[in-house]
């Protein structure tokens, strides 16, 4: 009798006991479940990838003082996006980017005004942060020396010796380039005969410029750093003193920094 009555005691105990063996299993299982689902990667749909920023291997944590004052300059017209400074040469400009025609900066200043020298620009197909793997920028090849003419005077070697950078403001960054090459080019639009998304396509534009096949050419013997397709080139294009095809400097991406 005692027996049985210990049983009767004894099995209540030993299910509670289950009970609470269980429960604590779930919890832990649960535990294991919600920690694996909080290491699940978001979404990887295009759509939800971020542009690239410009070269942030370059970018410097310090600021340095904007000498462009974009209010002002963007309250004359809104489509000013940048401002170009090649020492050595009076290429001290706005850089202006017509949302309407490519061409529209060809024969006009930047208050929208009718002047043959027009304007140094960039088409619509370039993101105007310059965060593109390649960025053209036109300017004419003016008599009086004005707007890009003066990028012949790298045609000079000891002149493309002396003069190693440029620099692009923007109302956020100063870019400092470093010229890589100097050289009669076809008469290609270049935005628009090279797939640049297409990292063999650019590794080959990277080398063409380092050793252009022109018999008119000035190159960087060394360079800050091997040219590889995280990099970013702006192109600067103008005409030739004479006969078809353009002339071409090329600089890359060399320091990113941010401007008060």
Same mark, same amino acid.
């Given at each position: ?12 105990? @030993?299910? @509670? @006991? ?6 604590? =299993?779930?919890?832990? $299982? ?7 689902? *909080? ?13 690239? *920023?410009?070269?942030? %291997? ?15 300059? /963007?309250?004359?017209?809104? *489509? ?27 024969? /006009? ?23 593109? /793997? ?33 620099? $692009?403001?923007?109302? %956020? ?16 639009? @270049? ?29 960087? *013997?060394?360079?800050?750093?091997? =040219? ?31 401007? /008060?």
């Amino acid at each position: 009798m005692s027996s049985n009555k210990g049983r009767k005691i004894l099995i209540p105990i @030993i299910i @509670i @006991i289950i009970l609470i063996l269980l429960g604590f =299993l779930a919890v832990n $299982i649960l535990g294991v479940f919600g920690d694996n689902v *909080e290491l699940l990667p978001a979404s990887t749909d295009a759509s939800d990838t971020a542009p690239t *920023e410009i070269s942030a %291997k370059n970018v410097d944590v310090n600021t340095v003082k904007n000498p462009i004052d974009f209010k002002t300059l /963007r309250k004359t017209n809104s *489509e000013a996006v940048a401002w170009i400074y090649v020492p050595g040469t009076n290429i001290d400009y706005p850089i202006m980017q017509s949302l309407t025609s490519d061409d529209y900066y060809l024969h /006009r200043d930047i208050n929208g005004d009718y002047k043959y020298a027009g304007s140094i620009y960039m088409e619509y197909c370039n993101r105007d942060d310059f965060s593109d /793997r390649v960025t053209v920028l036109y300017g004419h090849n003016m008599a009086n020396g004005s707007m890009f003419a003066h990028l012949h005077k790298f045609g000079n070697s000891d002149f493309f010796k002396k003069h190693k950078k440029f620099y $692009i403001y923007t109302d %956020k960054r100063k870019l400092t380039y470093q010229i890589v090459s100097s050289y009669v080019y076809d008469s290609r639009h @270049i935005m628009n005969s090279f797939n640049f998304a297409d990292n063999d396509v650019f590794e080959e534009y990277l080398n063409f410029i380092q050793n252009p096949r022109s018999a008119t050419r000035n190159t960087r *013997e060394k360079l800050d750093h091997n =040219l590889t397709t995280d990099d970013r080139v702006v192109t600067l294009s103008t005409c030739l003193n004479s006969g078809d095809g353009r002339y071409l400097l090329q600089g890359v991406l060399t320091k990113d920094e941010l401007t /008060r």
